[in-house]
């Protein structure tokens, strides 16, 4: 058995991978939870961990993989040259372990890309627009940041969705 990188139509993995499930295939689309900054503030969405692309498991020799350039939501399976692109089992078997049991999903862990000494942007309230030090997280709501004012380091409370890592 081989895993197969099939490449979809833009934001049509969720589709690809149902009617390629129908069709008999066994399909493995990561996907990935976490917080984005929108309109009307920050939503909590889902979206695939490799935007436009999923996985089919596929016995080459005994299965035919015609039927999976015809499906609806596939744009292709990725090839180098002529050569189909095949996933290690171990990579697939590392994904799956990391998923969360219960949804499915890879949740993106707020507490895991914020560190102290990490620099910050504030995008929001009385301090937007000022650049801070990550320092700790308060609660789930609220982080404490170092802010140069006045000529020295203030510790200052921020709302967690007010601030974005700086680049």
Known sequence: MSWLVVHSKPREESRA???LQRQ????????????????GGWQTVI???FPRYLFVEVA??????????????????????????????????YLQSRQHSGSGEFAEEHD?????????????GP???????FDIN?????????????????RILIERDAISAAL
């Open 127 to 133: 301090f937007a627009g000022l650049t801070g030090v």
């Open 60 to 93: 080459l020799q005994e299965q035919s993989i015609s039927p999976i350039y015809s499906t609806q939501g596939v744009n292709g399976l990725i090839r180098f040259g002529h050569t189909l692109a095949e996933v290690p089992p171990d990579v697939i078997a």
């Open 24 to 39: 008999g295939y066994n399909v493995f689309l990561p996907r990935l939870k976490q917080r984005k900054r929108r309109t």
């Open 112 to 124: 895991n890309l914020l560190r102290p000494g990490d620099r910050v942007l504030i995008l929001n």
């Open 17 to 19: 991978a149902a009617h």
């Open 138 to 154: 308060k609660d789930a709501g609220r982080v404490a940041l170092l802010v140069d004012l006045l000529g020295r380091h203030n």
């Open 47 to 49: 979206c695939a961990l």
